[in-house]
Nanobody, 117 residues
Framework: QVQLVESGGGLVQAGGSLRLSCAASRGTFGVIAMRWFRQAPGKDREFVAYISWSAGSTTYADSVKGRFTISRDNAKNTVYLQMNSLKPEDTAVYYC??????????WGQGTQVTVSS
């Protein structure tokens, strides 16, 4: 089963940038897509971005479109989330999610992103 390890979170000022990484420690065999979600305190987990593992097609939440970029490195079994022009409302725990074919999706442990105003 795929196991995911996120990294790259931290504290940044508004307007700054961070890049999150999500490494699949047991490879990505059978994975058809990867997604990023986030969860702010007191709020539901929400979708942020999607990338298909083979074709690399992407989808974004309206709230991050034009500021965030999802990408993947198939050779490294890693997906990235480049976050630019960060806002205080982007503060959340960010989770990586792998979508295997035919089985339940797999979650990482999450990484905290805090944007100060």
């Amino acid at each position: 089963q795929v196991q995911l390890v996120e990294s790259g979170g931290g504290l940044v000022q508004a307007g700054g940038s961070l890049r999150l990484s999500c490494a699949a420690s047991r490879g990505t065999f059978g994975v058809i897509a990867m997604r990023w979600f986030r969860q702010a305190p007191g709020k539901d987990r929400e979708f942020v971005a999607y990338i298909s593992w083979s074709a690399g097609s992407t989808t974004y939440a309206d709230s991050v479109k034009g500021r965030f970029t999802i990408s993947r490195d198939n050779a490294k079994n890693t997906v990235y989330l480049q976050m630019n022009s960060l806002k205080p409302e982007d503060t959340a725990v960010y989770y990586c999610n792998a979508v295997p074919a035919g089985t339940a999706s797999v979650w990482g442990q999450g990484t905290q992103v805090t944007v100060s105003s």
